[in-house]
């Protein structure tokens, strides 16, 4: 099966943030090849992620979120079970699941920070992208052979 497409999805608490690793992911895969997705938080994107592949309509589907410590939970719990979640859907359906979670030890709602994850997420955006059209390609090659 040749796709021809694919998906991003991207949670949107930190939105601001967020929603950079987009800008960067198009940087390398044209903005008409992806279907985008938005999810309210990084819990609810492998389900999501899972419902995609299935449909056998992607080449890859990538998935962006930071998971912060917002004091009342331990975020690397939730971390840890998105990032599997992830690699589940992709392992289950056979359809590369790429993740631009981050969860960092020190985030501050501040000018400063925010800035810098910005930065961040449009060059894990942008590996995400190179990802995914590696991926392709050697897809690409094993469907032909």
Not at 40 to 65: D, N, V
Request: proline share 3%; aromatic share 8%.
């Amino acid at each position: 099966m040749t796709h021809t497409r694919y998906a991003f999805i991207k949670a949107q608490w930190h939105a601001d943030i967020v929603d950079r690793a987009l800008e960067g992911f198009e940087e390398i895969i044209p903005s008409d090849q992806i279907d985008v997705f938005d999810v309210p938080g990084a819990f609810e994107m492998p389900l999501l992620a899972q419902r995609l592949a299935k449909t056998g309509k992607y080449h890859a589907i990538a998935c962006a979120a930071l998971v912060v410590d917002g004091g009342i939970y331990r975020h690397d719990f939730v971390a840890q079970a998105v990032v599997d979640g992830l690699m589940r859907a992709g392992l289950e359906t056979g359809i590369p699941v790429l993740s631009v979670s981050l969860t960092p030890h020190h985030f501050q709602e501040t000018d400063h920070h925010k800035t810098i994850y910005r930065t961040h997420f449009v060059q894990k955006g942008r590996e995400a992208g190179e990802a995914a059209r590696l991926i392709s390609g050697t897809y690409s090659a094993l469907e032909a052979a």
